[in-house]
């Protein structure tokens, strides 16, 4: 067995109706609390019993929702001078991994000076402002990750602020936060938390400690991410919910792979939404990367429920990569021939980004700028 290290300090905190703690646990953490979140998030009422909880508690917050999909540096540093103008002791993030990842890189702004671009190389002096997540999809596992992704204005690639300092106090996981969310959303970040999973599962940095997060995250998601899109199940909101948080502490501690060399640079360039990005090539990224890696791809095919009787490890493998085709297409997740934003003039920049991401080298088969590009076209052409 290969050395590995496994850290996990943040507690977690899961139960139905778990928001309204967020004020018990930030009284813990200092008299000032600043509320994180988005706008389209406050006019859900989500966030009416975490209000209501540092009312009752008479303790002192301020709110900042001035945050967007895949988190851009300039925002997060307007926010972080906000911050420190306000006199905080500890955030409280609610939301998906943009809310999170923003609200991490504003706390490691806080406490260590500088821009985001300052701490892109894993050194951090000081941890981050003391932080609970509060996730509202099921897919960011942000809450209990050592990350935060952070769109370069200045590259337009993504930078990550990494390091044991970039972790969560408390990641309070509340499965009713699901019942509300809009079903697409629903689909593309159960499927974000599935290419978590597979990755962390695949990827040459995996230990024994993610294998079994991630096999049980890869189990719960295959029994119960239909079900939650299609027929609210109550139960099946539960089983996401930990998923996606199991799947996070997994690649935490082992990597993501190729998917997300992948989806970064689309994130980073075009904008596009983390999950329905990692949803889309989540298959196709899968199917090319069977030959470094079969046995473990058999086994996510036997963790996701593919009948595998009778089938060789990597038959297995590719009936797992043709049932999560199928799961990404039953779920309406978009395919890369249908965003507009594509140009194909854009792929060559997008393969040596993709190409030069360190999860790239984790990936079971290393794939090369040329394998990228040809990857891109291959998929802009399909269908079309
Ligand atoms: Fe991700």
């Not at 959303?185 to 938390?193: K, N, V």
């Not at 719960?220 to 996606?244: D, F």
């Not at 990569?321 to 978009?334: C, F, H, Q, S």
């Amino acid at each position: 067995m290969e050395p590995f290290d496994f850290y996990m300090p943040t507690k977690i905190i899961f139960e139905r109706g778990a928001v309204k703690r967020a004020a018990e646990e930030a009284e813990k953490l200092g008299a000032k609390t600043l509320i994180v979140t988005d706008k389209p998030m406050l006019s859900t009422g989500l966030l009416d019993p975490i209000f209501e909880g540092f009312k009752e508690k008479e303790m002192d917050y301020v709110l900042w929702s001035d945050i967007v999909p895949n988190p851009r540096d300039v925002d997060i540093e307007r926010g972080a001078v906000f911050a420190k103008e306000q006199g905080i002791d500890s955030m409280v993030a609610v939301g998906g991994g943009s809310a999170i990842d923003t609200a991490k890189a504003m706390g490691a702004i806080l406490e260590n000076g500088g821009k985001c671009e300052d701490w892109r190389e894993g050194n951090l002096k000081h941890p981050i402002t003391p932080l609970i997540c509060i996730p509202t999809t099921c897919g960011t596992g942000s809450e209990v990750t050592h990350e935060s992704i952070v769109n370069n204005t200045t590259t337009m690639e993504k930078d990550c602020i990494w390091g044991d300092e970039v972790s969560a106090k408390v990641a309070i996981l509340d499965p009713d936060v699901l019942i509300n969310l809009p079903k697409k959303l629903l689909a593309s970040t159960g499927m974000d938390a599935l290419t978590h999973a597979v990755e962390a599962y695949v990827c040459k940095a995996a230990n024994p400690f993610t294998d079994a997060l991630a096999e049980t995250a890869i189990r719960l998601i295959g029994k119960s991410l239909t079900k939650a899109v299609e027929e609210n199940s109550e139960e099946a909101y539960v089983n996401m919910m930990a998923a996606s948080c199991m799947a996070g502490a997994a690649f935490g501690n082992s990597d993501v792979a190729s998917v997300h060399s992948i989806s970064e640079a689309l994130g980073g360039y075009y904008d596009i939404p983390h999950g329905t990005a990692n949803a889309m090539m989540l298959a196709e990224v899968s199917r090319l990367s069977v030959p470094g890696a079969p046995e473990k791809y058999a086994d996510v095919a036997k963790f996701l429920g593919v009948d595998i009787k009778g089938l060789s490890a990597e038959e297995a493998a590719y009936a797992g990569v043709d049932y999560m085709e199928k799961l990404a297409g039953r779920l309406n997740i978009p395919r890369f021939c249908e965003l507009d934003v594509v140009d194909p003039k854009d792929f060559k920049r997008l393969a040596h980004t993709a190409a030069n991401a360190e999860e790239t080298f984790d990936n079971p088969v290393i794939f090369t700028e040329e394998d990228f590009a040809a990857l891109f076209e291959r998929l802009y052409n399909k269908n079309k």
